[in-house]
């Protein structure tokens, strides 16, 4: 990524545009609902079991695929959604 980014402000048509936005004062944004959603798709994500198994049988191949959500514990559901509050408490 930092060579590309080198090589892009080596070009004279993008070289200012890089210049202003790393120059640029922007204020970092968390809109509330996509970061609810981000973080419940984490929350998801690392709850989630998946298991894979292959097995070549009679000369016959089987794939069987698993997927175990277990039930998010509230007081998670709590500490994610708190993050979308104003002041986040």
Same mark, same amino acid.
């Given at each position: 990524?930092? #060579?590309?980014?080198? *090589? !892009? %402000?080596?070009? @004279? %048509?993008? #070289? @200012? =545009?890089?210049? !202003?936005?790393?120059?640029?004062? =922007? &204020?970092?944004?968390? *809109?509330?609902?996509?970061?609810? /959603?981000? /973080? %419940?798709?984490?929350?998801?994500?690392?709850?989630?079991?998946? $298991?894979? *198994?292959?097995?070549?049988?009679?000369?016959? +191949?089987?794939?069987?695929?698993?997927?175990? $959500?277990? !039930?998010?514990?509230?007081?998670?559901?709590? +500490?994610?959604?708190?993050? #979308? &509050?104003?002041?986040?408490?």
């Amino acid at each position: 990524m930092r #060579a590309i980014l080198q *090589e !892009a %402000a080596n070009d @004279p %048509a993008l #070289a @200012p =545009r890089i210049e !202003a936005w790393l120059t640029g004062s =922007r &204020k970092l944004l968390f *809109e509330p609902i996509t970061t609810t /959603l981000i /973080l %419940a798709g984490i929350v998801v994500v690392l709850s989630t079991s998946v $298991k894979i *198994e292959y097995e070549n049988k009679d000369g016959k +191949k089987h794939l069987k695929v698993s997927v175990d $959500k277990k !039930a998010t514990p509230a007081s998670l559901i709590k +500490k994610v959604l708190s993050f #979308a &509050k104003p002041g986040g408490k």
